[in-house]
Each structure stands twice: as structure tokens, then as C-alpha cells.
């Protein structure tokens, strides 16, 4: 009678597994099928790319041509569009906003080598471009270590920086990526069950803010439409490995190296964030006593779509003290 409890368990346990493994491959076939979009095909009208040494980058431009140029850097898995209602007050404020696509996110070409000073090198390549005088360099989440390595890279590209939210990862000891991250199939299959799958783009936005009823439908569309360009997913997957781990090379990835930073520098962090908790915004003010920190009541990881027009209201008010 045991035995056959114990091979009924078996089967039971195999059956399992393999519903799980068919339900795994399902998902990353779905995303080779979504996946088939050239990167002009849904790009908003209102960007366009700018050719670095490093692929072209997607970059939307707003306001007067002659304001003090703002750079926003976007955080994971987002892109430029994200920062629209930001940019549109920006340039109200007549400022020249340069919002632009961080690879492997958005619609910026995705030519590999996503370390901090890859994306740094892109965007000063960028500002060249550009002509751009001295801007104002705005960073997000995973997007603020970038934003911080230019800034420490190219110092004559930035007049001030803003730090919103910031992954800077100064809290956590260096670490490599996880060995079973190793295989780019595990990453790809991971990918399609998570960033890449639009059954959880709403699931994923929710985690990370306080207010969980502004995942609204125009923030999940926006994340969603650069991800039916083709080979989303692989793409994604080789970002990941590298995000998994420590970026050792990169100057900000050094609690020393925020001494020798000039310019000046304001905090914005929402009080509620669970993403980068505000013991990581207090270390990041330790060591820049200069800079400026002003908490967001009742807002999480991404304040500018959690209460755009409070976001907006204490940005303006940081630039106007810079």
C-alpha cells in the first residue's frame, strides 16, 4: 500500500515538473513570436537617434533649444517616455530636456557592454553631438549609477546633478553575478517569465511603488512598447547577468569617490520606497553632506508616476537651488 502511495507521489511529481518546464518554454516561445518589431517601428515621432560610438541612441528632446540642458536617466526596464509629464513641465520651465534610451532598454540600439561606463561613454558621446553646454544630469534608479559615472567621468559635461531613487548599490558588499545565472538559456527563460512577459508588466510596476493604483493602463503600455522590437529578450538576458553583479570598474561604485564630486547635488527619494530604502538615501547624504535630501511623503521607488505634480514640484524646487 505505501509503495504504491510512493509511486503515485512520483508520477504526481513528475507530471508536475513537467507542466512547469512546458510552461517555462510556452512563455519564451510566446516572446520569439511577440518579438519581430523593428526599433522605428513603434518609437514615439517625437525622438530621434543620435549615432555614438556604441550604436545610435533613442533620445526625445523638449523645450528651447538655448535653456539649460536637463539629461534624464530612466531606471530599469523603462525607457524615455516614462519621464514624459516631467519633461513637458521641464520645458513649460524653459529648460532643454534631453530624456534618452538607455540600452538594452527603450529603442536605443542594444550593441552589448551595459557597464556603467559604457552607458557614461554613450551619453557624453551624445552631449557631443549635441553641442550640449553643461547640463544638468537627472538619475533614476538603476539609471543614477550611470548618470553618477558621467558625472565623475566627464565632469565638464555636467553642472549639476540629481539623484532620484538612487541603485548606486554602495550599501551591499561587491559580489559576482550567480553562477546559475551562467547559462544565457536559464536568462532568457527568466526574462520571458518576468520583464519581457506582458502578463506581468502591471504585477512588476506595483512592486515597486507605494501607491499601487497609479500602475495605471498608460504607464504599463508605455513599458511594454519597446518590447515586441525583435530579440528583446536575449538582449535583456545579457543586461541581466551583468545587473546581477557587482560593477567593480565602474568610479561609482566607490563610497571614496563622492568626495572628489563637484558639482552640486540634490536628493529626491520617496519616503516609502522598499526598492532603495531610505537608509540608502541617508548613507548616499553622509557622503555628500553638500547635497540636499528632500523626502517624498507617501511615495515609493518611482515618485515621478506615483504624484507627478508633487515629484515635479520638489525637482523644480532642487533646480532652482542648484
Do not use: C
Not at 539623484?163 to 551562467?182: F, I, K, N, Q, W
Not at 512588476?204 to 518590447?227: F, G, T
Not at 530579440?231 to 545587473?243: G, V
Amino acid at each position: 500500500m505505501i509503495s504504491k502511495i510512493l509511486r503515485g507521489a512520483a508520477w504526481l511529481g513528475l507530471i508536475l515538473v513537467l507542466l512547469i518546464v512546458v510552461t517555462v518554454m510556452a512563455f519564451r516561445l510566446a516572446a520569439a513570436f511577440r518579438e519581430t518589431a523593428g526599433r522605428a517601428d513603434r518609437a514615439p515621432p517625437s525622438g530621434h537617434w543620435i549615432a555614438t560610438r556604441s550604436g545610435d541612441v533613442f533620445v526625445q528632446e523638449k523645450g528651447p533649444p538655448s535653456g539649460i540642458p536637463i539629461v534624464l536617466f530612466h531606471g530599469t526596464a523603462a525607457w524615455s517616455e516614462l519621464w514624459r509629464a516631467t519633461s513637458e513641465v521641464l520645458a513649460a520651465g524653459g529648460y532643454h530636456v534631453i530624456a534618452l534610451d538607455l540600452p538594452p532598454f527603450g529603442f536605443s540600439d542594444r550593441p552589448g557592454g551595459y557597464a556603467r561606463q559604457d552607458q557614461a561613454q554613450r551619453v557624453s558621446d551624445v552631449l557631443e553631438k549635441l553641442n550640449a553646454a553643461p547640463a544638468i544630469i537627472v538619475g533614476h534608479s538603476f539609471g543614477a549609477g550611470a548618470a553618477t559615472e558621467l558625472v565623475l567621468r566627464f565632469p565638464a559635461r555636467a553642472r549639476a546633478l540629481v539623484l532620484v531613487d538612487a541603485a548606486l548599490g554602495l550599501t551591499a558588499e561587491p559580489s559576482d553575478p550567480p553562477a546559475v545565472l551562467r547559462p544565457k538559456w536559464l536568462r532568457e527563460m527568466l526574462v520571458s517569465l518576468t520583464v519581457t512577459n506582458p502578463l506581468a508588466t502591471k504585477l512588476l510596476l506595483q512592486s515597486l511603488i507605494a501607491k499601487k493604483d497609479r500602475a495605471l493602463p498608460e504607464y504599463v503600455e508605455i513599458l511594454q512598447r519597446p518590447l515586441t522590437r525583435a530579440n528583446s529578450t536575449p538582449d535583456i538576458a545579457d543586461w541581466l547577468y551583468y545587473f546581477t553583479g557587482a560593477d567593480r570598474g565602474a568610479i561609482s561604485a566607490d563610497r571614496s569617490a563622492y568626495a572628489r564630486l563637484k558639482q552640486p547635488v540634490a536628493i529626491l527619494w520617496g519616503e516609502m520606497d522598499t526598492v532603495t530604502p531610505l537608509a540608502q538615501a541617508r548613507d548616499l547624504n553622509a557622503l555628500l553632506p553638500q547635497a540636499h535630501l528632500t523626502l517624498l511623503p507617501r511615495l515609493g521607488h518611482i515618485p515621478q508616476i506615483e504624484d507627478p505634480g508633487q515629484f515635479n514640484d520638489a525637482l523644480l524646487k532642487a533646480l532652482g537651488t542648484l
